[in-house]
């Protein structure tokens, strides 16, 4: 699949994640933070999204861009094999989004 000429598609992971046995909030910064830095070594934009304050959840969200739409679709493939891998937590959700030229409101 090819996208248009001149054309730029992002793509947008969401993963909704359950933590194991996390105490305070600076434990659940010690699992997350890991996760985060191996998806950034993906050329990637990622965060942790949702209410910082719930101890056993987290929302992990991944954003990349590119001209070619098949391959925001193949990165955010691979991001979301690396979180539903991490042994730390369990995934309850994941959501996708890519936009591009089509999505144009004006």
Do not use: N, W
């Not at 925001?72 to 937590?89: I, K, M, N, P, S």
Request: aromatic letters at 2%; charged letters at 30%; glycine letters at 10%.
């Amino acid at each position: 699949m090819t996208g248009a000429e001149g054309a730029v598609y992002v793509g947008v992971l969401e993963c909704d994640v359950l933590l194991g046995a996390v105490g305070s909030l600076k434990h659940k910064r010690a699992v997350v933070r890991p996760v985060l830095a191996r998806l950034r070594r993906l050329d990637v934009a990622v965060t942790e999204g949702g209410d910082p304050d719930r101890l056993r959840r987290a929302l992990i969200a991944v954003a990349t861009v590119s001209s070619d739409p098949g391959q925001v679709h193949r990165v955010l493939d691979t991001c979301e094999r690396q979180v539903a891998g991490e042994v730390e937590f369990e995934v309850l959700s994941t959501r996708r989004r890519v936009f591009g030229a089509h999505d144009e409101g004006d």
